[in-house]
């Protein structure tokens, strides 16, 4: 359970360092249905990074 834990804490840390690099205001972690309606809601003046997985076959969506 703790490697979990930190692994997801290390993920984290890592997407808050690339978007406060590439000066996005928001992270968004997941690409399925949520995250990209909350993407597209989101107000349009406003840097959005997505975070996914990468690759399609560890993703849960089909």
């Known amino acids: 359970m703790m ?3 930190k692994a997801h804490l ?3 840390i890592r997407c808050w360092s690339l978007a406060y690099n590439m000066k996005m205001d928001i992270i968004i972690v997941g690409s399925g249905v949520a995250g990209l309606y909350c ?3 989101l107000p349009k003046d406003k840097n959005i ?3 996914t997985k ?3 076959r560890r993703s849960d969506s089909d």
């Open 3 to 5: 490697m979990c834990v």
């Open 10 to 12: 290390n993920l984290l």
């Open 39 to 41: 993407a597209l809601n």
């Open 49 to 51: 990074i997505i975070v």
């Open 54 to 56: 990468n690759k399609a």
